[in-house]
Structures are given as structure tokens and as C-alpha cells.
């Protein structure tokens, strides 16, 4: 094997290796054959090779073993007692893992490694990773590997795959504010976005309707601010259960704390921290965004910010800084105006408050009410660089030309609006910043029929550029706000629409073909019912066992 080193091109592999190999997301490079060896679940084990960093007792990597033990051959016991001596030399075969750096105790991050190699052959079955995150990515790749006879035998091919992340940051975002999303489902859809490959949970945790984050220095945020403060909470011991179960499967989470626009759930449990509206002269006792003239307001956000920084160990926090328009009915687009506080459209706070008119004549910001959201946002951006935090932001900070961080990553939404997303990348990229990409990939959009194509055809780097600006992309995020989604209809949204995204974002740049994806995808997609995922169908047809 040594010295043949021939790596099939991607197109050429796919074509002789035909739709069996259904790997999902593609690997950068494979080399696959026809030639099978067979797996005994009684016999097959995860082992350390000796010289591996990581050992027995590495968390991430022996519950990884469980997990996976359990996706291949199910939780049944495989009692060996039954086989001949014969069977159980033949069958002696296991998955050798050798990790080259330590870190089983660490959190990912966005300058993690993920590449790994994957060997099958007559000898052995290889894993060789940079890290233990690496070694998750190729875990589930061999996992998708094996495969079973009709009489039951457990088979993988002779194989071998060197692989990597085309972007550092896959990002899945949920919105736990529209509709509160119980732990369990959040967790199930840590498992499947380990599945595809996924490395960012974007927890979009507050919002207008709700505020399930409990605070442990405000906890009226969530008794007032919560649908029921009995059961739609997130406790510190919740949020601590979600991070460390996206760790054990490579996985960051990103919380999210968007401010100023988006947080009408925030003013019933702080009083004064919402700009009143005014109706004529007088408060109309309808409320806008964070109000941005007061020291109190800075206070809190201090407080707050010490708090979120410590609970949430990621470097990054997303601060949002979207949709604060000069207008108290700042939603998204893709929403109503609806809720449990209503917004009433005679608030154009900004421009009726008198308070709002002093501060904005003494600070010289004249009639620009942008310098006036500028201010709010910069004064929130020192607080958080004073605790070594970085930060993501919504593409409004950098469109409205607030000064940020150079280290900032700016999160690009909106398709058309200033100019279409794959302009903004360039001008975001233009000015030095890192980006992500989520505009083209908002799951929560439903159609008539296969939708996943439009979000696979997309092209993250098809803006006109300098490498240098095409490497400022660091990757992107599929969103399913949850305007019209909670627990019932999550799953089937998400998946396996998402995994058109997941495999944009990690394969190679020239895996475009439509009808490979869709032959591998709706073989993923029958994988995910076998594990229990209640993934929508693609198209016409059916799976090969019947899960449905
Ligand atoms: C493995 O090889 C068998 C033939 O032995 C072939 O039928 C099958 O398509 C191959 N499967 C994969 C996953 O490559
Ligand atoms: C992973 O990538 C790093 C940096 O590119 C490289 O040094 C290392 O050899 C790779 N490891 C594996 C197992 O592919
Ligand atoms: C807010 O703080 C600034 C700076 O510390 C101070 O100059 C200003 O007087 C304070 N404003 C109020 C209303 O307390």
C-alpha cells in the first residue's frame, strides 16, 4: 500500500465506486474498492494505538466508542459464545485510532483541526487524527462506511480517505425564542449535526417573544420574561448539559445575545432597560429597543455580559445588532408582527422621544439615528473585549458602518438587502473582516418540492475578490428561526435539508453534481431513519429497510 499513493480524483471515485459509497458530507479524497472485509460485532473494537495522545479514559473519544458501537450494530449484546474458533480468528478485525496531540479535555474551537485519515485494509483498520475532534469526524465516516448483507453480515471495503473541513466554522443555528425547544430535542439535533459534520451550535437563545436563558444575576429576565418560568427555562444546569454534549461531539456552541432591536422579552424583568414610545407628547406604554441614553442601561449590560461571558466558554459570543430600525416594528422580514407584547406602529420612538432628540442634539449625531445605534453598539463592544470575549455580529454593524474590532466576524443574512449577499461578502471582506454566510441558507423558507438543491448550489466564494478576501470567509450557518416551528416539526425541517449545507460547507469546492448528492443523500437519509432521526423524504421512493 505504501508508495501507491493514488488518489482517485473526486469525480472518477464516484463514478466506479457508483452510489454505494454514499458518504455524506464527500470526502476530500477517497480511494474506495469493491474488495469487502468482513466486521464481527462480537469481536470489533475501538482500540488506542499505543502511541496515541489520547488513551482509555479520554471522554470524548471512549463515549464516542459507545455511541457508535451502538449506530453500527445496534444495542443489542453480541455474545461471541456461539462462534466457532474458526469465525472468530476470521473476524478479528477492529478500528486502531491514533491521535497525535491531546486535548481530550478541551473545548473545540474555531481553530480546531479536523482532518483525518482513514485506512482499510487487508491489515487493518486505521484512524489517524491530528486531534480528537479529527478523530470524531473520522469515526462517523466509518461509521458510513460499514454496511450489511441481506443475510446480516457486517461488511466494510477496502478504503482509504484523507479528509478535512473546506470551512473551519458549520454553524446550525435554532432559535429558542419563537417556540422553546425542550433539552432532549436540542441534544438529538447535537447528534445529527455530528452526523453531517457540523461544528457550531448557534443557539439564538432570546429574542422578542421569550427569554428562556436563566440568569443567575436577573433572574426576573426569566420568571417575567419566560411562556412559563416553571417549564420553558433553560437552567444553568441545562446549559451546562448542552455544552458539554456538543463537546463530546466536536461541537461549539455559540450563544446568542442580540441586542438592542429583538428584545421586548428582556424589558418585562429589567424596568427602564427598553426606550419608551411615545405617542404625541406622552409614553404611548409601548416600548422599542434597548434604550441606548442611559448609564443604567450600560450597567446592566456589564452585569449581564460578566455573566454570559463566563457561562458560555466559547471565545465567541454572538451580539447580534440586527434589524434596529428607526422604527419600533423591528422584525425580521420573514416574520409578522406578532407576539405577546405587541408593537404598535405609532412608535417611532427615536424620532418622538424628546430624551432620545436631547441626548442625539448634545452628542452632535444631528438626525442620523444610525450614530446613535453606533454609540449603543461600540459601548457594548468594549464591555465585551474587557472580558476577552470575541465576537460575531449581524451584517446591520458593519452596513451601518459601526466601528468594530478588526478580529470581528460579521454574519451576512440578508439575500438582497442592501445588495445582494454575495456583493455584501465582498464588501465585508473588502474592509478586512471575517464573514459568514447564512443568507442562502435559511431552512426555516419552506417550498414545494427539493429545496435542498437551491441551498447546495450555493457557491460561498463566488464573489469577485482577492484570495486574500475569499480566505476571510470562514464558513457559514444554516438558520431555522422558529416562527412556525417547535418540537413537533423541527426534526423533519432540519433534516436532511441541513446536510445540503453541511456538505457545501465541508467537502471540496468541485463536489457541485446535483444527482450524486441527491443518490448520496437519500441514502443518508435512510441511514438517519435507521438511527432514529425522522428525516423528511427527498423525492419519490423508498428506503431499502422499511423505518418509516
Ligand atoms: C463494497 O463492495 C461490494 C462488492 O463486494 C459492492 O457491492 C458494494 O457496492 C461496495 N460498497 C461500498 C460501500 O463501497
Ligand atoms: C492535519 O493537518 C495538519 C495541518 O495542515 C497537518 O500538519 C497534519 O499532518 C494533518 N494530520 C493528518 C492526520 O492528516
Ligand atoms: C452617565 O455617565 C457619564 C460618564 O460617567 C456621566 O458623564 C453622565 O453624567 C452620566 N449621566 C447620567 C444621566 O447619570
Not at 80 to 100: D, N, P, Y
Not at 447 to 464: A, I, R, T
Request: glycine content about 6%; some cysteine; aromatic content about 14%.
Amino acid at each position: 500500500m505504501a508508495g501507491s499513493r493514488l488518489w482517485f480524483p473526486l469525480l472518477l471515485a464516484a463514478a466506479l465506486a457508483g452510489p454505494a459509497t454514499a458518504l455524506w458530507p464527500w470526502p476530500q479524497y477517497i480511494q474506495t474498492s469493491d474488495w469487502p472485509y468482513t466486521i464481527s460485532p462480537h469481536s470489533f473494537q475501538f482500540q488506542y494505538h499505543v502511541r496515541s495522545a489520547a488513551q482509555s479514559g479520554c471522554s470524548v473519544l471512549d463515549e464516542a466508542f459507545q455511541r457508535y458501537r451502538d449506530l453500527l450494530f445496534g444495542s443489542e449484546s453480541w455474545d461471541g459464545s456461539a462462534l466457532t474458533e474458526k469465525q472468530k480468528t476470521l473476524e478479528k478485525r477492529s478500528l486502531v485510532i491514533l491521535v497525535v496531540t491531546p486535548g481530550c479535555d478541551q473545548l473545540p474551537s474555531l481553530e480546531s483541526l479536523e482532518n483525518y485519515t482513514l485506512t482499510i485494509n487487508n491489515e487493518q483498520c486505521f484512524l489517524l487524527s491530528e486531534t480528537v475532534w479529527g478523530a470524531l469526524r473520522g469515526l462517523e465516516t466509518f461509521s458510513q462506511l460499514v454496511w450489511r448483507s441481506p443475510e446480516g453480515t457486517f461488511f466494510i471495503n477496502k478504503t482509504e480517505i484523507e479528509d478535512f473541513p473546506r470551512f473551519p466554522h458549520r454553524g446550525l443555528l435554532l432559535d429558542t425564542s419563537r417556540h422553546y425547544l425542550p433539552l432532549p430535542t436540542i441534544l438529538n439535533t447535537l447528534d445529527v449535526m455530528a452526523y453531517n459534520k457540523f461544528n457550531v451550535f448557534h443557539w439564538h437563545l432570546v429574542d422578542d417573544p421569550s427569554f428562556p436563558y436563566e440568569s443567575s444575576t436577573f433572574p426576573e429576565l426569566t420568571r417575567k420574561g419566560s411562556y412559563n418560568p416553571a417549564t420553558h427555562i433553560y437552567t444553568a444546569q441545562d446549559v451546562k448539559v448542552v455544552i458539554e454534549y456538543a463537546r463530546l461531539r466536536g461541537i461549539r456552541v455559540l450563544a446568542e445575545f442580540d441586542t438592542p432591536g429583538h428584545t421586548l422579552s428582556w424589558g418585562r424583568g429589567v424596568s427602564g432597560l427598553l426606550t419608551p414610545c411615545y405617542s404625541g407628547s406622552q409614553p404611548s406604554g409601548t416600548f422599542g429597543p434597548v434604550n441606548p441614553i442611559l448609564n443604567s442601561t450600560y450597567e446592566f449590560m456589564n452585569t449581564f455580559f460578566l455573566e454570559v461571558s463566563s457561562v458560555f466558554p466559547d471565545f465567541y459570543l454572538h451580539l447580534g445588532g440586527d434589524e434596529v430600525d428607526f422604527a419600533c416594528c423591528f422584525v425580521r422580514p420573514h416574520l409578522p408582527c406578532f407576539g405577546p407584547l405587541r408593537y404598535s406602529v405609532d412608535c417611532y420612538f427615536r424620532k418622538s422621544n424628546p430624551d432620545i432628540q436631547d441626548f442625539m442634539k448634545k452628542k452632535g449625531f444631528g438626525n442620523d439615528f444610525k450614530q446613535l445605534e453606533s454609540f449603543y453598539i461600540q459601548t457594548l463592544l468594549d464591555i465585551i473585549t474587557a472580558y476577552g470575549k470575541g465576537y460575531v455580529v449581524w451584517q446591520e454593524v458593519f452596513d451601518n458602518k459601526v466601528k468594530v474590532q478588526p478580529d470581528t466576524i460579521i454574519q451576512v443574512w440578508r439575500e438582497e438587502i442592501p445588495v445582494n449577499y454575495l456583493k455584501e461578502l465582498a464588501l465585508i471582506t473588502e474592509a478586512g473582516f471575517r464573514v459568514l454566510l447564512s443568507a442562502p441558507w435559511y431552512l426555516n423558507r419552506i417550498n414545494y418540492g427539493p429545496d435542498w438543491e437551491n441551498f447546495y448550489m450555493v457557491e460561498p466564494l463566488s464573489f469577485e475578490g482577492t484570495p486574500e478576501q475569499k480566505a476571510l470567509v470562514i464558513g457559514g450557518e444554516a438558520c431555522m428561526w422558529g416562527e412556525y416551528v417547535d418540537s413537533t416539526n423541527l426534526v423533519p425541517r432540519l433534516w436532511p435539508r441541513a446536510g445540503a449545507v453541511a456538505e457545501r460547507l465541508w467537502s471540496n469546492k468541485v463536489v457541485t453534481n446535483s444527482e450524486f448528492a441527491l443518490k448520496r443523500l437519500a441514502h443518508f437519509r435512510c441511514e438517519l431513519l435507521r438511527r432514529g432521526v425522522q428525516a423528511q423524504p427527498l423525492n419519490v421512493g423508498y428506503c431499502e429497510q422499511e423505518f418509516e
